[in-house]
């Protein structure tokens, strides 16, 4: 089932209500953090919500709720749910006011929690690879919404997004300023080659994924050589191997980059061994 808390109160999805006033709707000034569950238990939740916490201070919302309350408002959205798997969103806005774009005009935060079943995207990705599009919307400059800001201000991506389905591709990404590749529309991006795994490092502007983060974890235990370093589209299209992560996906392959093959259109044999190392963690 969906269940969803908003403010304290757990309801079925047609009542869950939060005003036109907040400005999490009129602005997007809100931030949040999605995860999945693993046999009911929310994967990595001190991460996600270490995570919310940094977000919401890097733009001074404050949270409504102590991140312990944050977690048992989680647990009991997911206990109300009922789910074997869920996917799990919080949201926190700036709340409601005047409609005035000073902060200050805002009277205080809104915390909200959707519980709903886990929908992984179709298998066929996992296993044949997906297609991605190097788009000509830019990832935001870390001197505006700074993306490693999880924030609710997803236009940029939603954009990126649209651009890349209008190829036929499954994700978008993104290159900086300076045409460097800075992250997916919602995933980090990563390529191998001659053996390394490298992804773009968190001075190129992008959200600091906790998948990717594992995975480089990952990498380092199974002795498997990884580097965060910058690197262009020419680098994607020329790699061995390319793949995304993220908290719903896991590890992705990555086949495609537009209509060009990424070595012999297949998932690579690091990149499976990536994502056997990530089931582990699901087991
Ligand atoms: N998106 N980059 C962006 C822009 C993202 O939105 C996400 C996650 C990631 C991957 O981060 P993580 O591994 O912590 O999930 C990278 C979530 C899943 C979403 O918005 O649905």
């Known amino acids: 089932m969906i269940r969803v808390w908003v403010d304290g109160r757990i309801t079925a999805p047609e009542d869950a209500r939060i005003s036109v006033f907040d400005r999490g709707f009129l602005y997007g000034d809100s931030v949040y953090e999605v995860l999945r569950t693993v046999r009911g238990e929310p994967l990595d939740l001190a991460d996600h919500l270490e995570r919310l916490a940094r977000s919401a201070e890097r733009i001074a919302i404050a949270l409504p709720r102590t991140l312990g309350a944050i977690d048992e408002a989680v647990r009991a959205t997911l206990k109300a749910a009922g789910n074997d798997d869920a996917y799990v969103r919080i949201v926190v806005t700036r709340g409601a006011g005047e409609i005035d774009l000073d902060p200050a005009s805002a009277r205080g935060g809104s915390l909200v929690v959707i519980a709903k079943p886990l929908k992984m995207p179709p298998s066929e990705l996992f296993e044949r690879g997906a297609a991605v599009a190097i788009v000509h919307v830019r990832r935001n400059a870390r001197q505006a919404v700074d993306p490693a800001v999880k924030s609710g201000n997803y236009l940029n991506n939603i954009l990126a997004l649209a651009e890349a389905r209008a190829r036929g591709c499954y994700e978008a990404i993104m290159c900086d300023a300076d045409g460097a590749i800075a992250e997916g529309a919602s995933s980090n991006v990563f390529v191998v080659a001659g053996g390394v795994v490298r992804t773009p490092p968190l001075d190129v502007g992008l959200l600091e994924g906790i998948t990717r983060r594992k995975v480089l974890e990952s990498c380092a235990r199974a ?48 990149t499976r061994r990536l994502m056997a190392l990530y089931a582990q963690r699901l087991s």
């Open 223 to 270: 002795g498997m050589q990884a580097r965060e370093d910058r690197f262009f589209p020419d680098d994607l299209r020329g790699a061995d191997e390319a793949f995304l992560t993220s908290s719903i996906r896991g590890v992705m392959p990555v086949v495609r980059v537009d209509t060009s093959a990424i070595a012999d259109g297949r998932p690579g044999p690091v």
